[in-house]
């Protein structure tokens, strides 16, 4: 049998008024476990840790951490000596010493690092400037394959459907370069890399496509799928959230499954990178004061597959 802390109390009390030569006829428990219990309840009673300040330094405010993190990530040669002048700047005077211990507790270097910039860094630096490119294949539902050439800016991760075929030759490639070229009109000058892998259908004119356009081209190393890490995470995206759920049947068929999320890509969904923003949409819509009294409309992609949801003006 289990004892509440009730019955514990009730014994301990009750054991003031028996005799200590009769606890053993009189209670279910030993005289050990019966004092136990009393003085249990008696260092419950005279407690008042709760009631005294902590000892010594105040601890480092949660929101000071997160700050000194956030530093030390977006500035890798920073030391704690320069985190520190900024957060004075910013009037939280905390110490290089607690700097040091914080940045350590994240799993971060506390010293700079004096080696050039890691593949990451660079991308997340030149990202604005930045298109690349890859194929996807897709298998239909009479076992023939098919190939679709996506291109995805960097900046915005705007997402570019560029053809399917089931035989991407190189002059198909460059046609397609070419119409991109032509989609993108003034933006392509915004654009400074074409990052891609060294795929022998990227030939020379797909290049040339893009040099004239002061694009200059970038070739990841053999088999290194994380040096174009965002284009193998939109088709890991484009499998896990519409092609690994439909039959496909052709080509066309393709195309316009590729189509259709392409558009909710771009207009609708939601991406960490931008701050929940859709690559199309340039700031968040005004918060609403009282949603419910709304109607949520809901649009169905590719048949109800996705979902988009929206208020009723």
């Not at 392409?262 to 609403?288: C, I, K, V």
Request: proline share 6%; charged share 25%.
């Amino acid at each position: 049998m289990r004892y509440e802390p009730v019955d514990r109390m009730w014994f301990a009390a009750l054991s003031s008024l028996i005799p200590r030569r009769r606890w053993a006829q009189v209670f279910p428990v030993t005289p050990a476990t019966l004092l136990a219990w009393h003085r249990r309840l008696i260092a419950r009673k005279w407690d008042y840790s709760k009631l005294r300040s902590r000892p010594g330094r105040p601890a480092t405010a949660s929101a000071v951490k997160a700050l000194v993190v956030q530093f030390a990530r977006q500035n890798p040669r920073w030391g704690c000596r320069r985190i520190q002048g900024e957060m004075a700047q910013l009037g939280h005077p905390v110490g290089s010493t607690t700097v040091w211990e914080i940045l350590t507790a994240a799993g971060i270097d506390p010293a700079p690092r004096r080696s050039g910039p890691t593949w990451r860094e660079f991308l997340t630096a030149q990202a604005e400037g930045i298109i690349a490119c890859d194929f996807v294949h897709i298998d239909l539902v009479d076992l023939r394959r098919v190939y679709a050439l996506v291109f995805l800016e960097h900046g915005t991760r705007r997402l570019h459907i560029a053809g399917v075929t089931a035989h991407p030759t190189g002059a198909w490639t460059v046609q397609q370069a070419r119409n991109l070229a032509v989609e993108l009109g003034m933006r392509v000058n915004s654009l400074r890399f074409l990052l891609r892998d060294r795929d022998a259908k990227y030939t020379e004119s797909f290049d040339a496509v893009f040099e004239t356009d002061n694009i200059r081209i970038v070739r990841t190393a053999p088999r290194a799928p994380r040096m174009n890490a965002h284009c193998e995470r939109i088709i890991g995206t484009l499998r896990r959230e519409a092609l690994d759920h439909l039959l496909i049947w052709n080509e066309t068929h393709a195309r316009q499954v590729l189509d259709a999320y392409a558009r909710h890509y771009n207009s609708h969904r939601p991406h960490q990178a931008r701050g929940q923003l859709p690559p199309l949409a340039q700031e968040h819509p005004t918060p609403m004061i009282a949603p419910s009294a709304h109607r949520l409309l809901r649009t169905r992609i590719l048949g109800g597959l996705i979902n988009e949801y929206r208020y009723a003006a």
